[in-house]
């Protein structure tokens, strides 16, 4: 047999290798020693990050530099750092954070997630509920027995607002950090407080993508609207709905139209 020279990679090594290897790849660079927070966290989201991956990969083929918006460097850094806060807030431990992440799934898509974290965690059979549910009491102030389940995934928004805001570099300016944490704006969570009226064109693009990857790719936060993948077509009329249904003005809402088709026409083979 031949001995093992080399020194023994850990899985957290190999996570932080793939992330970086990802940014590689799309030619977005960073730098990974005066952030070792954002590395960490990254790779502790795992399959949200090949989300984030799937995300910059539309944004490589079909986000234009327009006047005024975010340039093709930035809007991909946006879509890799999008979802950061599926692995905690901030100032979270290491064992809050293992129990955020645990809670990102969602096993059966009968069980609703407008349901009480507590009621759901229980259809879900997960392991360990009564440790999971303390650690959100004790350690977020969460009320898993009022607050839905739904509502808890939406905090993810606010987790990446609260990391890039506090860890910002001359990558992850004000601008980039603000638009990666406006992806759920139709959702009515806007953790950066822009003005509806005027959502930046970046911001709705890097959401549009991310629904559209969501309902074609079938992840497991939004599994909710659809387990299994939907056709480009149905995806589309699901966004159209989603869309239709916000709160926001008729200007925006036509701006976010537009955003989906040019996405649908150049990315019907991914
Ligand atoms: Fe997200
Ligand atoms: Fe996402």
Redesign the pocket.
Known sequence: MFSETSPEISEKELKEEKVKQAFEDLEVEFSWDKNPKILERLAETNE?FA??VA?AKIIEQSWEESEGGLNKKEMLLCGLL??IGKSGPNQADEETRTVIQKLFIHKNSETSPTLPIAEFLQKENFTDQKYLLQILKEKLNIKPETESMITFWRRHVDWTWDILKNNSTQEITEEVATVAAS?HILDQKNPANLDIDNIPESAQFLEIT?KY??LTLA?KYQAFIERNKKSHNEAIRAIQKMIEQSNLSEKIQKKYFTILKKIHKQNIDI
């Open positions: 949200h989300d984030a995300i999008h979802d992806h991310d990857i969501l992840d």
